[in-house]
């Protein structure tokens, strides 16, 4: 079992930058595929980023072409956090982020690829 906490969410204006964090509780962090989802109102929850281990210390990053080049994703395995570097936010991506873990799968960019949902944290941009 895998409990999952987000921070860091708040209310900005355009331009300016966020980062967002992941504490997660359980064992075998450092093997799970982390990711982040944002759902905005009205709207389906969308992939935004994820961070696969692909064995060893090697670790892969996927993005929405959305928002490639503005925001980074990271962890930090000793203290079993994952992060979501905002930079340059715009009005459109304002919405609920949300982290999510799951065993690794071929797929990393679905809802049904994760195991377990944080609650969610706001992100608000104003123009």
């Known amino acids: 079992q895998v409990a999952l906490v987000e921070s860091g969410g708040g209310l900005v204006q355009a331009g300016d930058s966020l980062r967002l964090s992941c504490a997660a509780s359980?064992?075998?962090?450092?093997?799970?595929?982390m990711a982040w989802f944002r759902q905005a109102p009205g709207r389906e929850r969308e992939f935004v980023a994820a961070?696969?281990?692909?064995?060893?210390?090697?670790?892969?990053?996927y993005y929405v072409d959305s928002v490639k080049g503005r925001f980074t994703i990271s962890r930090d395995n000793a203290k079993n956090t994952v992060y979501l570097q905002m930079n340059s936010l715009k009005p459109e991506d304002t919405a609920v982020y949300y982290c999510?873990?799951?065993?690794?799968?071929?797929?990393?960019?679905?809802?049904?690829?994760?195991?377990?949902w944080g609650q969610g944290t706001q992100v608000t941009v104003s123009s």
């Open positions: 999510a873990a799951g065993q690794y799968r071929d797929s990393f960019d679905s809802r049904t690829d994760y195991d377990y």
């Open positions: 961070i696969r281990w692909n064995g060893g210390s090697v670790y892969y990053t």
């Open positions: 359980g064992r075998s962090f450092s093997r799970y595929t």
